[in-house]
């Protein structure tokens, strides 16, 4: 999922973090609660994205003409960061009675991820912008670690400039986008702990963007799984891993 962009010089990104006790059940790629996303749903949604977006030729057109350049396909990991935030943001609305203000559509979100608008991961995705349509975000100002470190990957991307100031650059990001930005961050990150996010280690880490400084580089990011942390063991099945979908038994994201 593509993140927005800062009209100034940065951008900040969204990342989970909750991981509490230690689960071993085989072929669950991660658990929200008592919920779980199995391996083999994530395959069966890998699955469906490369049935529906086949990978074109890279031979020129008709015309001679180098052939224009493709979209990347997400992968796993992103399939389980969408499939995990949509859990996390769906329980938080219930609870809280958050109602959503906009209604995303597969259409919308597959033009936005250059996907077919059958897949099952567009589905997915379009669930999770409507539900965090929904979501308060009443500004968060940034503390002066936050800011630092949101100033610091700024500088490390190139958008800011040596001859900037950490003053001058903080006066330009600190605004609309950026409080509410971590004001998203900081609501999900208590659900994710409240409800016992807990993630595969073969996923992580894992970060969701909300605002990027560019298409690979977040400002702002807290992994899924930290070091000493109770985490999934990695002790799934080869038949239940994501190379080996066995599409008659789960359905792709819908």
Known sequence: ????????????????????????????????????????????????????????????????????????????????????????????????????????????????????????????????????????TEPVEPTAQEMADVIAAGRASGKIQPQVTDEEAAGQLNGEQLQGALATKHLLNDAADRYDVTVNPRYRPLEFPLLSFTEDTAAVSIPLGGAGSGTVTDVSTPDASPSSPNPDAEGTAS
């Open 1 to 136: 999922m593509r993140a927005r962009r800062l009209a100034a010089v940065a951008t900040v990104a969204l990342g989970l973090v909750a991981l509490s006790g230690c689960r071993a059940e085989p072929g669950v790629a991660a658990y929200v609660g008592d919920q779980r996303i199995t391996e083999l749903q994530v395959a069966n949604v890998m699955k469906d994205l490369r049935t529906k977006n086949p990978t074109p030729s890279a031979e020129p057109s008709a015309n001679g003409q180098p052939a224009a350049p493709q979209p990347t396909l997400p992968e796993a990991a992103d399939v389980v960061r969408t499939m995990v935030l949509t859990k996390v943001c769906e329980r938080l609305s219930a609870d809280k009675n958050y109602q959503p203000r906009g209604q995303a559509t597969a259409d919308q979100a597959a033009q936005q991820l250059g996907l077919n608008p059958e897949t099952g991961y567009a589905r997915e995705v379009a669930k999770l912008l409507t539900c965090m349509s929904g979501l308060p």
